[in-house]
């Protein structure tokens, strides 16, 4: 439970003898509605690989599948708290939720990849107009004394949604539910947003801030342009061969991010609603709060993506092998979240948010060398005892978190304090999943021509089998090394690049029979495998080392943190 949650808790609420009647049936909808939003978040990841096949999109479109909803929810969190201040907060988290519900359906009937990400960006917009509803909903209709009740039920149904979210998304995607492939992770959310939409109407209580603050949509407007100025050219620039717009345009983003604080300095000295309170960046503990809520979530949220493309493409593991093996790291995070929330975090502090990020980074190296030392034959049981305690790390760093950053904050700038720190957050993912993935994708690229000569033994003794003459086996090999590298970097994935084919005519022109033709056809795919396996090994590697190093820079930042929380 935030800062935020606790303060609000004494200071608002019914008294107890006017508490809503309705108030535990309310909290059910209101659950079941983050539920929906907390599960959404980590159940994609397993099913990109799929979704790359399906729609034929190469590796920057899954970036902005990710990214989108991130950066969306981001731009609007704040303005959707606001709303639902200005506009009565069960007004607005009925359009929030059945804004996310359409949005969910229309992801799952998406038939191409622009279609998926647009549809994606309404989904983090809608859901940046729900979540924050939640708690104005539970401080209206609670009573203070079961208000802290009501929100520690916040930890549970986050680490369900961890939890089951990889799992089940391999479940579902991995089953091809009535031949629908990865689409049913978007369309179960429909029967449940309904089921809420249609609850949330005799079941919520319609309540407003008695003193809103405006809207300040030119702040947004600024930040939100600032923002895709930066993440577009980080995702895009890869697969363009990076062109001279995406250095001009991640420039140009600084003078706008500027411009953007100006204007809210100037907008808060003549009196008006600041999209942020522009005190807290002067206050030096909370900046470090903001610069370590960055480097974390970067590296945390590009994690997830990086290494269930590693794990489907690379390794070729089912999507229901992936989820498994994910969810090891989620299972360990719903139990130290649930030792950090309930006992340690309130009695050690900051402590438990070094021990966290140390054993996050010591966990993720150790994933890393286990990599290096098995290479492409890694299996799920080699990695799933440091990926637990990478979640454990996690779950320990993510319960005291926000209530330590913001322990260092006046208790009038608690609501934007907190506001920020969410807002921050969703920018820490949209950020890491494009640098983070972008390197990745780069390491493959580099990868590829290596990995297809190391595996070019395994074709020549195919060749020289089927009595293969050198000269051809050669050309083969060439023709091999080429297809590798422009299959692990092609824009397109899903459709065989032209050396490829080429390969194709060549295997069967240089066998002397139509079966020497196939065995080595067989021979020459079997080695395509161990090349792409290889390449994707040595790239997930590397990145996991810059992921280590983000962890480890997490354990040093902390220390500029206040000791010990709000409590």
């Known amino acids: 439970m935030s800062a935020l949650d606790q303060t609000s808790s004494r200071k608002s609420g019914p008294p107890d003898a006017s508490a809503d009647p309705r108030r535990w049936r309310a909290l059910i909808v209101v659950m079941a509605a983050s539920f929906m939003n907390l599960l959404d ?42 709303l639902g201040d200005i506009h009565g907060r069960k007004r607005m988290f009925m359009t929030g939720v059945l804004g996310f519900t359409v949005a969910s359906a229309l992801c799952g009937l998406s038939t191409s990849s622009g279609m998926l990400i647009g549809s994606r960006v309404l989904q983090g917009a809608c859901a940046a107009v729900m979540v924050p509803q939640v708690l104005g909903v539970i401080r209206d209709m609670f009573p203070r004394r079961e208000q802290v009740i009501a929100l520690s039920l916040y930890g549970p149904v986050m680490g369900l949604a961890s939890v089951g979210g990889p799992v089940l998304g391999g479940l579902i995607t991995q089953g091809d539910l009535f031949g629908l492939g990865w689409r049913p992770i978007f369309f179960v959310n429909v029967p449940f947003g309904l089921a809420a939409f249609l609850l949330a109407g005799p079941t919520l209580r319609e309540s407003r801030s008695p003193r809103p603050l405006r809207l300040d949509l030119v702040g947004v407007i600024l930040v939100v342009t ?10 895009e620039g890869r697969e363009h061969g990076w062109p001279l717009w995406t250095f001009v345009c991640a420039a140009a983003s600084v003078p706008v991010f500027v411009l953007a604080g100006a204007y809210e300095r100037r907008k808060d000295r003549a009196g008006g609603s ?18 370590v809520t960055v480097v974390f979530f970067a590296g945390m949220a590009s994690f997830f993506l990086v290494f269930a493309l590693y ?9 229901l092998r992936t989820g498994l093996t994910i969810g090891a790291w989620a299972l360990g995070s719903a139990l130290g979240g649930g030792a950090a929330g309930a006992v340690l975090g309130p009695r050690f502090g900051r402590r438990i948010l070094h021990t966290g990020a140390l054993l996050m980074a010591l966990s993720v190296a150790a ?88 595996a070019a033994g395994q074709v020549r003794t195919a060749l020289a089998a089927s009595r293969v003459p050198a000269a051809q086996q050669d050309a083969v090999v060439r023709d091999f090394t080429a297809c590798s590298h422009d299959r692990a970097t092609d824009k397109h994935q899903g459709t065989a690049p032209p050396s490829c084919l080429r390969l194709t005519r060549t295997l069967r022109t240089a066998a002397p029979t139509p079966q020497d033709a196939a065995q080595t056809g067989r021979a020459v795919t079997a080695a395509g495998e161990r090349a792409r396996a290889t390449a994707f090994s040595t790239a997930a590697e590397r990145t996991l080392w810059i992921e280590t190093g983000l962890f480890g820079l997490t354990f040093l930042l902390a220390w500029s943190l206040p000791r010990h929380s709000r409590n």
Not at 44 to 73: C, E, K, M
Not at 226 to 235: H, Q, V, W
Not at 311 to 319: A, C, E, K, R
Request: charged fraction near 10%.
């Open 311 to 319: 794990l489907q493409i690379g390794l070729g593991f089912s999507t």
């Open 367 to 454: 994933t890393a060398l286990t990599i290096r030392h098995y290479g492409p034959d890694v299996t799920s049981m080699e990695l799933v005892p440091s990926l637990t305690v990478a979640g454990l790390g996690m779950g320990l760093v993510l319960a005291p978190l926000f209530d330590i950053i913001l322990a260092g904050v006046a208790d009038h700038e608690i609501g934007s304090g907190s506001g920020t720190l969410n807002a921050v957050n969703q920018v820490g993912n949209t950020v890491g999943v494009a640098v983070l993935a972008t390197l990745f994708f780069t390491f493959i690229g580099q990868q590829a021509s290596p990995a297809a000569t190391d």
């Open 41 to 82: 978040g980590s159940i994609v990841n397993v099913a990109t690989p799929s979704i790359q096949r399906d729609l034929h999109t190469g590796y920057s479109a899954l970036q902005w599948v990710a990214a989108g909803y991130t950066l969306a929810f981001a731009a609007i969190l704040i303005t959707g708290g606001r």
């Open 226 to 235: 600032a923002l895709l100025m930066l993440i577009a050219p980080l995702i």
């Open 274 to 291: 600041p999209l942020v309170e522009t005190s807290l960046f002067r206050n030096r503990t909370y900046l470090a709060g903001l610069f």
